[in-house]
């Protein structure tokens, strides 16, 4: 059985900061591009950062330079550190572990979510 356990939202002020932590157990960690999106109310889930294994990693333009996205392959955990943030960073932020398989497709699974709100 995989499991994806997210931690580490809240309620901050504009300008505060956050560390979000996703931590996987059933899959072969090392294997998976591990990443976060993010879906506000009334609005489509997005693609806020990724990273492989190897250290590539992916940023949405609304949050280069002020989050950071990195991984502990010998914990399982990955991690997302939140700076600068703004009001329009609030939504529900899930995890996700992906690996492509064999049909150009990916098998895909994701964590419960886990809610930032971002208010003054």
């Known amino acids: 059985q995989v499991q994806l356990v997210e931690s580490g939202g809240g309620l901050v002020q504009p300008g505060g900061s956050l560390r979000l932590s996703c931590t996987a157990s059933g899959i072969n960690f090392r294997f998976y591009t591990m990443g976060w999106y993010r879906q506000a109310p009334g609005k489509q889930r997005e693609l806020v950062a990724d990273?492989?294994?190897?250290?590539?990693?992916n940023y949405a333009d609304s949050v280069k330079g002020r989050f950071t996205i990195s991984r502990d392959n010998s914990k399982n955990t990955m991690y997302l550190q939140m700076n600068s943030l703004k009001p329009e960073d609030t939504a529900v932020y899930y995890c996700?572990?992906?690996?492509?398989?064999?049909?150009?497709?990916?098998?895909?699974?994701w964590g419960q979510g886990t809610q930032v709100t971002v208010s003054s």
């Open positions: 990273r492989t294994s190897g250290g590539s990693t």
């Open positions: 996700i572990a992906r690996r492509r398989n064999a049909f150009g497709t990916s098998d895909d699974f």
